[in-house]
């Protein structure tokens, strides 16, 4: 399950997130559930409350450079757990988006709960192949 916070990066309608999850359920062979968070509700978010840890273990130390970051990161505690932070350098391109046709067909691997449509969605991973598999007919 992954708990999202409905930004505009990881939305339940985008289009180019929603292709890369089914593709990934289909790869790793795993039922994904995607949950929302309403807007303005960020109190129930998990991550927040790490955040809010992170900010008191840095204690307004400079963050001068990314291994300073990382290695604060590394440092701190959450329930008793040390975080892994990893820099992430890969770009992706902007703009890029599917095609309506496309979009439509990497849809079909979306079960969308009925009341909840933009906020619960669970992607099967055998549905999820059959769309991967014949998705390549639209390249």
Known sequence: MINADNGPENSGVRS???KRLVTFSAAENITIQLAYYPPYHSKYNPIERVFGVLEN??????????????GLAEGMTY??????????????????KLSNQVRRHYELALNRLPELRKWFITIDPDKARMICASAESFA
């Open 79 to 96: 329930k008793g757990v040390h975080p892994v932070a990893k820099l992430v350098t890969k770009v992706y391109n902007k703009g890029v």
């Open 16 to 18: 180019q997130w929603l």
């Open 57 to 70: 273990y840095w204690n307004g130390d400079p963050l001068r450079t990314v291994e300073k970051a990382l």
